[in-house]
């Protein structure tokens, strides 16, 4: 198993620059978590689907901030204009609905953005 | 809502000797408690969970973690150290509802292991 595929893994770029990352989870999951980890907040939960339905986007941080799943092995978030505060490692999991008593949430390893 | 709290940001000990990482959680029902590992430039990797039954629960690694419900705590222990344990450790309780299933994080402890 191929595990959660995430792109790029790294990116910098200038502010005011749309970015772009990607996500592939694993076949079969159908739940999607997008995380943002700083070192000042930790790992917050931006937004995630179920079913590539939004389910909770509570956690995103503002209009800047968006993501989409059109398909059950793809998701996107994107950040338009991008700013140097938005600089941190945005982490992609998939797990199945209804999983935690199996207790796994698989993660990428994750796309670090530097906003410059 | 569910909360993490992980007390200690940054812990050193001598390969060897033993290991305690506090957690602590709120959450109005019995919780699903786990802990992840974090290497450097990694995501992150589940080292056990608890969700019911016996509150000892054992995990890879050699970690082991004891879930206190009357001090809401999910500590993190190992016997002994190795360096390659060097890392970071998250604390975080899950919430199972009809439509989805979601982690909340601690902020992490980050161990440190001097040889």
């Known amino acids: 198993d191929a595990g959660v595929i995430q792109s790029p893994r790294h990116e910098v770029t200038e502010m005011g620059q749309e970015v772009t990352l990607r996500c592939k989870p694993i076949?079969?999951?159908?739940?999607l978590f997008w995380y943002r980890q700083t070192m000042m907040r930790g790992l917050e939960l931006l937004i995630y689907f179920n079913n590539n339905v939004p389910i909770d986007d509570s956690g995103m941080p503002e209009d800047r901030f968006s993501a989409k799943m059109p398909n059950a092995s793809f998701s996107t978030l994107k950040i338009q204009p991008s700013e140097p505060r938005d600089s941190a490692v945005y982490f992609c999991?998939?797990?199945?609905?209804?999983?935690?008593?199996?207790?796994?949430?698989?993660f990428g390893e994750g796309s670090r953005l530097t906003v410059l | 809502a569910q909360s993490v709290t992980q007390p200690d940001i940054h812990i050193t000990v001598s390969e060897g000797a033993s290991l305690e990482l506090r957690c602590n959680y709120s959450y109005g029902a019995t919780p699903y408690l786990f802990w992840y590992v974090q290497s450097p430039g990694q995501g992150l990797q589940l080292l056990l969970k608890?969700?019911?039954?016996?509150?000892l629960v054992q995990g890879i690694k050699g970690f082991e973690a004891e879930f206190k419900r009357s001090q809401s705590s999910f500590n993190l222990r190992k016997p002994s150290v190795h360096w390659s344990d060097a890392a970071e450790y998250f604390c975080a309780v899950g919430v199972d509802t009809g439509t989805a299933s979601k982690l909340t994080f601690g902020t992490g402890t980050r161990l440190q292991v001097t040889l």
């Open positions: 608890y969700f019911s039954g016996d509150t």
């Open positions: 999991a998939s797990s199945l609905v209804g999983s935690l008593r199996t207790g796994e949430l698989f």
């Open positions: 076949s079969g999951h159908n739940s």
